[in-house]
């Protein structure tokens, strides 16, 4: 089969900084280059049939081509995207990020066309520079990491088919922006985020800061660090930068949420998807070299990059699937605190959105940005990087990365208050989070108090858990409260040691002060049943609607006062979702319930779902 190479395309790719053409070449030759750490390397000797040149280095992540044994010498190959790179030596490369076999050796047979050897002395990778401090070497490990596979759908130029000749063209070529005088360089060519790969060492980028994480420490076995990390985009899309050390103290202050920087000279690598959601392969670490500037010229920089998902589309969506949306706030619950596992207490607080679907979604949020949120006024929110989950049917968590905003300045939000106040607000929305949970078997299943003990729920070997709407029959008051150790991270009972110190052995300290905190055992019941359940700290301050700082106070000086909380406390009714299980104690099982949450009772959302059983056991 006769094929036609892409002429002049050698000397073009060479002098060109990237290229995301398709053109035909032909190999030559391949050589592995000695390698004493990482993967292999390959050069590679392609011809367009004018002229031949030494200078491509296959990228890692098409050594597969070569294991297949399909990279072999007269083959003809579809370059479809490159990069050049200058050598500590001064050499120019030309990486070849992706390319595809459009006729084997075997049916080619020979050398296409007489080439010579192309010159390129005298001749740099434009637009890079000679540098040792930069430089890629063919060896490095570092240029094993993969090609972005963001970039290949935000590519400026769509692909033209197969070149037939380039001398005089220059559609490889990249337009680089113009330096603005806010520029740290009038020669700073300013590329858009999704064009950045290692393989590039040097660039600049102008971007606007949507998201700032706070400082934080960290401690291991190779030692102990600060760091913190911002979210920037541009036109083109958005990267994560993390910042450590020396360098949190050089930049922390400098960069502010909201305002756009020129940033080039920082590393990039594979970004690592446990702590980040942005839709780019890669990630940026700040260096002691690396350059924050400030630009004025804010013009074609989006305040934010969101890709809204209808709430309706989340049933389609796969678990642990991050998303953004945006709805309104129809109704938020109060905050309430739990403990994690590491003991450390957390505020968490409830959202109800709605959009144009019709559909409703939970969606929490968590610590300070619970705290501060305030949904009397119905705003509009939009939570860019929630995790989908599919606790209670369908429900979305706030990530730490997860960047919350109220009433933003989007479009979207602007029409969505339009069809909310223009009679959304009276739509009888279904929600996602109570529709499956009606007999899914998830753990917020609705069960009765009889129902529990008639399935005889927490006898196996795993915990099972269920949601009733009961009311509190009895709560004793007798041994709630218990004095505590005042470390962060302990939760242990003191021993006074009666001379104005407390002992917490598990601490083996003593300490001038102690908290209290709250062990509570209530009786609950509904229609048909009654159960004992015991409380922890959060839920029993949500159940008896003071702290346990305040009780401890009020026992001590307000006995009466103490009494009146416990009395107001019976015969209300709530939501309890729960924990039910088996357990020994000296050599006695018995069931143990322990409520995990505390909720309000929204009668129309249960009315809702009463209503919505009868149609069931109806038809």
């Known amino acids: 089969m006769s094929v036609e190479l892409t002429k002049g ?57 070569t294991e297949d044994n399909l990279l072999k010498p007269n083959c003809v190959c579809i370059v479809k995207k490159t990069i050049n790179n200058t050598l500590a030596d001064g050499r120019c490369v030309v990486v070849v990020l992706d390319m595809e076999i459009l006729q084997s050796a075997e049916e080619t047979g020979e050398r296409i066309g007489s080439p010579s050897l192309y010159d390129a002395t005298g001749k740099k990778c434009s637009p890079q520079k000679p540098s040792s401090g930069s430089s890629v070497p063919a060896s490095s490990p570092s240029a094993a990491v993969p090609v972005s596979s963001s970039k290949k759908n935000t590519t400026l130029s769509s692909p033209r088919g197969h070149e037939k000749d380039f001398v005089g063209k220059s559609p490889m070529k990249a337009s680089p922006a113009k330096a603005s005088k806010s520029s740290p360089s009038s020669s700073a060519k300013v590329m858009p985020i999704t064009s950045l790969n290692p393989y590039q060492s040097k660039w600049t980028i102008r971007a606007r800061v949507t998201n700032k994480s706070s400082i934080r420490t960290w401690s291991n076995s190779r030692g102990e660090g600060k760091l913190f990390s911002f979210e920037i985009v541009d036109e083109s899309g958005e990267i994560k930068i993390t910042a450590f050390n020396d360098e949190v103290d050089k930049f922390f202050s400098l960069v502010e949420q909201g305002k756009v920087y020129f940033i080039t000279k920082a590393t990039l690598k594979v970004a690592n998807r446990q702590y980040t959601t942005l839709k780019n392969d890669y990630e940026m670490t700040l260096q002691a070299h690396s350059s924050i500037v400030p630009c004025d010229d804010t013009g074609g920089i989006p305040a934010v990059l969101c890709d809204f998902v209808p709430i309706a589309e989340l049933e389609n969506r796969e678990k642990d699937t991050v998303v953004d949306v945006i709805g309104v706030c129809k109704r938020a619950e109060d905050v309430s605190r739990i403990t994690t596992k590491t003991s450390r207490e957390v505020s968490k607080r409830a959202l109800h959105l709605i959009d144009t679907t019709g559909r409703e979604v939970t969606a929490t949020l968590w610590g300070e940005e619970a705290e501060k949120f305030d949904g009397s006024q119905q705003p509009v929110v939009a939570i860019k990087g929630a995790r989908l989950s599919d606790f209670g049917g369908r429900s979305l968590s706030a990530l730490f990365s997860s960047t919350v905003m109220v009433n933003p300045d989007l479009p979207e939000a602007f029409s969505l208050r339009a069809w909310y106040d223009q009679g959304g607000y009276a739509i009888d929305g279904q929600s996602l989070t109570e529709m499956r ?7 917020t299943n609705w069960k009765t108090l009889s129902d529990v003990k008639s399935e005889q729920l927490g006898q196996g070997e795993k915990a099972d858990y269920f949601t009733c709407l009961a009311s509190v029959l009895y709560i004793r008051k007798e041994n709630c409260l218990y004095q505590a150790c005042p470390s962060a991270d302990c939760n242990k009972k003191v021993v006074d040691q009666q001379n104005g110190l407390y002992r917490c052995e598990k601490c083996n300290r003593e300490f001038p002060n102690f908290k209290y905190r709250l062990l509570l055992s209530a009786n609950i019941a509904d229609f048909g049943e009654n159960q004992w359940v015991t409380c922890f700290q959060e839920t029993a301050e949500v159940l008896l609607g003071h702290s346990a700082e305040a009780l401890g106070q009020l026992r001590d ?7 009146e909380v416990f009395q107001k406390t019976s015969f209300t009714t709530h939501i309890f979702r729960n924990r039910v299980k088996l357990e020994t104690y000296n050599d006695e099982s018995r069931v143990k319930v322990t409520v995990m949450e505390v909720l309000p009772v929204d009668h129309r959302e249960y009315s809702r779902r009463l209503l919505s059983n009868i149609r069931k056991l109806a038809s």
């Open 9 to 65: 395309a050698v000397e073009a790719l060479i002098n060109s900084p990237q290229a995301d053409s398709r053109i035909i070449l032909q190999l030559l030759n391949i050589r592995q280059l000695s390698n004493s750490s990482g993967p292999s390397r390959f050069r590679l000797f392609m011809s367009d049939g004018q002229h031949s040149s030494p200078s491509f280095l296959l990228a890692t992540q098409l050594n597969h081509l």
């Open 437 to 443: 949970s009606l007999g899914s078997g998830a753990k």
């Open 557 to 563: 000086t307000d006995v009466t006062a103490f009494d």
